[in-house]
């Protein structure tokens, strides 16, 4: 089993919860399973069937665009980490 750690802005698709369980041998097969029990969050956190450009996607502090990217395989107790770009403010 995976533990993804959801970020605050993402807590409202997932109940409130800060971190959820979901299986997969790959950092792509977490996130679809994921995706499956909380679809609002597949909407925020997917484009085009892609992870989306503005969310950053980490497996044990690594950045998965620096490993095989949605392929990188995930190990029994892993850590993966959704953390969504921050942008904005006033001129």
Same mark, same amino acid.
């Given at each position: 089993m995976t533990t993804v750690r959801i970020p605050p802005t993402l807590r409202g698709e997932t109940g409130g &919860? *800060? &971190?959820v369980d979901a299986t997969g041998a790959t950092v792509g097969a977490v996130l679809d399973d994921? +995706? +499956? *029990?909380f679809p609002g969050l597949a909407n925020l956190i997917f484009e085009n069937g892609e992870v989306a450009p503005f969310v950053n996607v980490y497996l044990e502090g690594e950045d998965v665009r620096t490993l095989d990217g949605l392929a990188t395989p995930v190990t029994d107790n892993a850590t993966v980490i959704l953390l969504p770009a921050m942008a904005g403010g006033a001129r």
């Open positions: &919860q *800060r &971190q994921l +995706a +499956a *029990r």
